[in-house]
């Protein structure tokens, strides 16, 4: 019977350890840790303005110690820094933008650092050149437009140490 009452007792204890041993584990993004941002709609620097904000989304999941922390898929917004549409005489447009902010399941938020930009190389004076040269109707073409498609994917870097 003592024999059957210490079992008992063994088991009993045995079992809350097991369940006081919770994981605790923590995950930390490290400051400088590099993501990898897909635009979700195409963007060019004719239509959109300067603080207007872009919509992207993490095209790899986060993997830390063999552990999904943050889904593919997961939110991520941007900012136009400048938007400029391509103009006569041949000028070309800009388009600037940061990736801002990366939106966990959680509800917490994220800070990135990033910045991209795209301005389309050349002026207007080969242009204008031709344009004296051959035909003044040449003065009418408009430059090229700054213009991102749709799932391109663009770095970001963790803007600090963020645990879970």
Same mark, same amino acid.
């Given at each position: 019977?003592?024999?059957?009452?210490? +079992?008992?007792?063994?088991?009993?204890?045995?079992?809350?350890?097991?369940?006081?041993?919770?994981?605790?584990?923590?995950?930390?993004?490290?400051?400088?840790?590099?993501?990898?941002?897909?635009?979700?709609?195409?963007?060019?620097?004719?239509?959109?303005?300067?603080?207007?904000?872009?919509?992207?989304? +993490?095209?790899?999941?986060?993997?830390?110690?063999?552990?999904?922390?943050?889904?593919?898929?997961?939110?991520?917004?941007?900012?136009?820094?400048? $938007?400029?549409?391509?103009?006569?005489?041949?000028?070309?447009?800009?388009?600037?933008?940061?990736?801002?902010?990366?939106?966990?399941?959680?509800?917490?938020?994220?800070?990135?650092?990033?910045?991209?930009?795209?301005?389309?190389?050349?002026?207007?004076?080969?242009?204008?050149?031709?344009?004296?040269?051959?035909?003044?109707? =040449?003065?009418?073409?408009?430059?090229?437009?700054?213009?991102?498609? $749709?799932?391109?994917?663009? $770095? =970001?870097?963790?803007?600090?140490?963020?645990?879970?």
């Amino acid at each position: 019977m003592q024999i059957k009452h210490t +079992l008992t007792l063994m088991a009993i204890l045995l079992s809350g350890s097991l369940f006081s041993q919770r994981s605790t584990k923590h995950f930390t993004l490290s400051e400088g840790y590099q993501i990898k941002a897909a635009l979700l709609q195409d963007i060019s620097g004719k239509t959109l303005s300067n603080g207007q904000s872009i919509n992207f989304e +993490l095209s790899d999941p986060i993997i830390i110690n063999d552990r999904i922390v943050v889904d593919k898929g997961t939110k991520i917004t941007g900012t136009v820094t400048e $938007a400029e549409g391509a103009k006569a005489f041949g000028k070309k447009g800009k388009l600037s933008f940061t990736i801002d902010y990366l939106y966990l399941s959680n509800g917490k938020v994220v800070k990135l650092r990033s910045s991209i930009k795209k301005n389309i190389n050349g002026s207007g004076t080969a242009v204008a050149a031709g344009a004296i040269l051959v035909s003044p109707v =040449a003065l009418l073409f408009n430059g090229k437009q700054a213009k991102f498609k $749709a799932g391109e994917v663009f $770095a =970001a870097y963790i803007d600090k140490d963020y645990t879970f």
